[in-house]
């Protein structure tokens, strides 16, 4: 089984900040990662695809890279909106694994 | 708009049984994989079961693989989810998800879930 790790679980930053979240996998999934971000009571929302493709209609302040084993989110230039989880997820096989978030919370 | 409804959580006994039905709308249900992914309170995300479009391939997590089946009825434009032998540790709320991609694929749409509750 392929696990998914991801740092910080917890990030602290203020409206404006660029943000980084790293998600790491235990064996080489080429580009078959997505990440999601999820608020309180709602269902998870797509926002990157095969590592670094954005989904139609998420602002382009959301971008994603790597490959192989180390991925990254970047929130460019964070909005209130912003504040929220976020989850890798490997599909590299039918077998899905997620990473087990990063809570993005006001400074 | 796609829309996928859950419905048939609730509170059941542990060894009990249910099932979880997804009504899906807003796009040809029939040429998509649809996935189950669960979630426990305050915990994260956990892919429980996908489908093939014909339903002819199926895939589960180990931790209830021979105890819940997926399944569809494309002629309905429903996917399900049989539970039984639930444990504890199986309450979570539960979403439906499309999958897209053609070789290998990726939920893009969910429902809002429906809350299982395992307990006495």
């Known amino acids: 089984d392929i696990q998914m790790t991801q740092s910080p679980s917890t990030l602290s930053a203020s409206v404006g900040d660029r943000v980084t979240i790293t998600c790491r996998a235990s064996?080489?999934?080429?580009?078959?990662l997505a990440w999601y971000q999820q608020k309180p009571g709602k269902a998870p929302k797509l926002l990157i695809y095969?590592?670094?493709s954005l989904e139609s209609g998420v602002p382009s302040r959301f971008s994603g890279s790597g490959s192989g084993t180390e991925f990254t989110l970047t929130i460019s230039s964070l909005q209130p909106d912003d504040f929220a989880t976020y989850y890798c997820?490997?599909?590299?096989?039918?077998?899905?694994?997620f990473g087990p978030g990063t809570k993005v919370d006001i400074k | 708009e796609v829309q996928l409804v859950e419905s048939g959580g609730g509170l059941v006994q542990p060894g009990g049984s249910l099932r979880l039905s997804c009504a899906a709308s807003?796009?040809?249900?029939?040429?998509?994989?649809m996935s189950w992914v669960r979630q426990a309170p305050g915990k994260g995300l956990e892919w429980v079961a996908n489908?093939?479009?014909?339903?002819?391939?199926?895939y589960y997590v180990d931790s209830v693989k021979g105890r819940f089946t997926i399944s569809r009825d494309n002629a309905k434009n429903s996917l399900y989810l049989q539970m039984n032998s639930l444990r504890a540790e199986d309450t979570a709320v539960y979403y439906c998800?499309?999958?897209?991609?053609?070789?290998?694929?990726?939920?893009?749409?969910w429902g809002q879930g429906t809350l299982v509750t395992v307990s006495s």
């Open positions: 998800a499309r999958d897209r991609g053609s070789y290998l694929i990726v939920p893009d749409y």
């Open positions: 807003g796009f040809t249900f029939s040429s998509y994989w």
């Open positions: 489908i093939k479009q014909d339903g002819s391939e199926k």
């Open positions: 064996q080489s999934i080429s580009s078959w």
């Open positions: 095969k590592a670094s």
């Open positions: 997820q490997q599909y590299n096989s039918y077998f899905f694994t």
